[in-house]
């Protein structure tokens, strides 16, 4: 069992920045591919960014390369997304995720952390 708890949302001006965290429970912790997503008021839930367990891979949806960068700390047990340039389009509900394997589901999911980006 993976437990995701998601931290650093807020609200920022256009332009501004906001990292986010998400601190995962549990000893395999280190071996999962870990995302993060978000979803908007009345749109389906995105992926936003990935990341494999060696970090050798990433992914990024079109709408945040350049902007957006997934890191993560196994030694913590955390996952990072660090946001600049945000946007107002970025405003949304943002979800910490953990897979055991690239090609499965993700399976476990954070509550949710809100970010609110104003113009």
């Known amino acids: 069992q993976v437990q995701l708890v998601e931290s650093g949302g807020g609200l920022v001006q256009a332009g501004g920045s906001l990292r986010l965290s998400c601190i995962a429970s549990?000893?395999?912790?280190?071996?999962?591919?870990m995302g993060w997503f978000r979803q908007a008021p009345g749109k389906e839930r995105e992926l936003v960014a990935e990341v494999s367990w060696s970090v050798s891979n990433q992914y990024y949806a079109d709408s945040v390369k350049g902007r957006f960068t997934i890191s993560r700390d196994n030694a913590k047990n955390t996952v990072y997304l660090q946001m600049n340039s945000l946007k107002p389009e970025d405003t949304a509900v943002y979800y910490c995720?953990?897979?055991?394997?690239?090609?499965?589901?993700?399976?476990?999911w954070g509550h949710g952390a809100q970010v609110t980006v104003s113009s």
């Open positions: 995720a953990a897979k055991p394997r690239p090609g499965l589901p993700y399976n476990y």
């Open positions: 549990g000893r395999t912790f280190s071996s999962y591919t």
